[in-house]
């Protein structure tokens, strides 16, 4: 495929690999396996992409809360949330952030008053959604302490 661009290409590979670990980008496993056959085939035109880079601890407005760092794109952008659940695997989520815009910075803010109820290991999500109703995700997690 000689005239595609450099940028055409890697959504191509990027968007065939093959998942691996948990569902989505995650900084383990990043998009997955290579898969060559698959890149082949795909579309250098399309591309959906989420990614939680970092969760930093800030003070907004008198109030702590978990600023999450990333990117949630595609060409045919639809719509993004950012989403919480108790746990490494929730069995529920609860939407925190909601945007129909790409973002490639602050994904979203949570109210630390939010999780700091219960003690453990909470899951944060970056879905992403286009025009074609394609999906995809990605997962960090957030260890809390009990509120005192």
Not at 64 to 80: M, N, P
């Amino acid at each position: 495929y000689p005239k595609l661009t450099a940028e055409q290409i890697k959504h191509m590979i990027l968007m065939s690999c093959d998942d691996l670990g948990r569902p989505g980008w995650d900084k383990t496993t990043g998009m997955g396996k290579l898969n060559i056959q698959k890149a082949l085939k795909a579309n250098p035109n399309h591309y959906l992409f989420t990614r939680i880079g970092k969760v930093m601890v800030k003070q907004r407005a008198g109030q702590k809360v978990l600023e999450i760092h990333g990117q949630a794109t595609g060409s045919h952008f639809r719509r993004g949330s950012l989403q919480i659940g108790f746990g490494e695997k929730p069995k529920e989520w609860t939407t925190v952030h909601y945007t129909q815009v790409p973002v490639n910075g602050v994904l979203g803010l949570i109210p630390v008053s939010r999780i700091s109820h219960q003690a453990g290991r909470w899951s944060i999500r970056s879905l992403v959604e286009d025009s074609k109703g394609q999906r995809a995700q990605a997962l960090a997690t957030v260890n809390v302490r009990a509120s005192r």
